[in-house]
């Protein structure tokens, strides 16, 4: 038997990872079934948004900026963070196919601060995007943090040497006054066939100038999971939560929330306000590009939340803490 590679858990074998107390994710027969009996809905050809107005921040306020996607650029008196940057027109193996963005980024590359950390969730390809961790290793070499696995993948980005790697539940205190914990998520990892589950996946719980803020990554919903977040971690003051991705739902289920579950999300974290990520930027599941929006809409006036407690932002818009 292989020798273990990372420590044995609750969500570890020693050498891949799973989701404890749920079945694997879907296998080849369910994606060709999937692919097969998809009806999606068109989305629109690559647009221009408005930006959202570029909030200016005082000397002890974090100012959070939604550049697409996942992506945000947090902004601190204790240095700049990003999270799952993905700055390209494209996202999978190649530079030529995959999917294309509708919505260009808030910012490109050569446009963003000095970046002092990133923040990687998972390896999906709409989330971790090599020419991108280059690109920003080159201009700032930043510090990475992301769960368990992914040193020596990044090492292809040049940025091996500069990853914290953590478990669930495990936190690393960086400069400023800064502490990053790893936080669990229900999803999957994989970036090539036969190479499923070998990276593990999960949020982080951000707490810089005494505020927290929950970055949730990819995640389907669970009915404890998120409840223990806010129970270990506090309630933060500002949770990022996906909305987008879910349709066929009875695949879909296991991976991604619905906006539904993303406001029931909001309600165990116990977050003071949240903001919609991981909608609108690739088209990736069945639901047009805006509907996430609208059922967002009705599950947060169902819920009797307010647009100031769970928020949607233009492509650079910005929200202050």
């Known amino acids: 038997m292989a020798s273990a590679r990372f420590p044995l858990s609750d969500h570890c074998d020693g050498r891949k990872f799973f989701n404890p107390g749920h079945p694997a994710e879907h296998g080849l027969g369910d994606l060709l079934k999937w692919k097969f009996t998809a009806h999606p809905v068109p989305w629109p050809k690559p647009m221009a948004l408005p930006r959202g107005p570029a909030l200016a921040r005082g000397p002890d306020q974090i100012a959070v900026t939604w550049l697409g996607h996942s ?8 240095g700049n963070f990003l999270t799952d940057p993905v ?3 494209r996202i999978g193996p190649v530079s030529w196919a995959g999917p294309r963005r509708v919505v260009p980024p808030a910012l490109t590359a050569a446009q963003l601060p000095q970046i002092d950390t990133v923040l990687l969730s998972h390896d999906h390809f709409d989330h971790c995007d090599l ?11 930043p510090t990475v943090v992301s769960p368990l696995g992914y ?3 990044l090492g292809r980005a040049g940025a091996g040497d500069s990853v914290i790697e953590l478990d669930w539940w495990q936190s690393r205190e960086l400069s400023g006054g800064v502490a990053v914990t790893v936080l669990p998520a229900r999803h999957w990892c994989r970036r090539r066939p036969g190479a499923t589950n070998v990276r593990l996946w999960g949020g982080f719980m951000l707490t810089v100038a005494g505020r927290r803020i929950c970055f949730a990554g990819d995640s389907a919903y669970d009915e404890t999971l998120f409840k223990e977040i806010g129970r270990r971690m506090g309630p933060p003051d500002l949770a990022l939560v996906p909305i987008g991705a879910y349709e066929p ?5 296991g991976a991604h929330a619905n906006p539904a579950e993303a406001v029931q999300i909001h309600r165990d974290l116990g977050a003071k306000r949240s903001v919609a990520m991981h909608w609108g930027t690739f088209r990736l599941t069945d639901e047009g590009r805006e509907q996430p929006i609208v059922d967002l809409d009705r599950a947060r ?12 932002l233009d492509p650079g818009g910005s929200v202050l803490l």
């Open 131 to 141: 020419p991108t961790l280059r690109q920003l290793r080159r201009d700032w070499a």
């Open 151 to 153: 040193a020596p993948f």
């Open 301 to 312: 006036i169902s819920s009797g939340l307010t647009s100031a407690e769970f928020t949607v």
């Open 71 to 78: 992506t945000f650029l947090i902004s601190t008196p204790a």
């Open 87 to 89: 700055l390209r027109d």
């Open 249 to 253: 739902r009875w695949f879909m289920k």
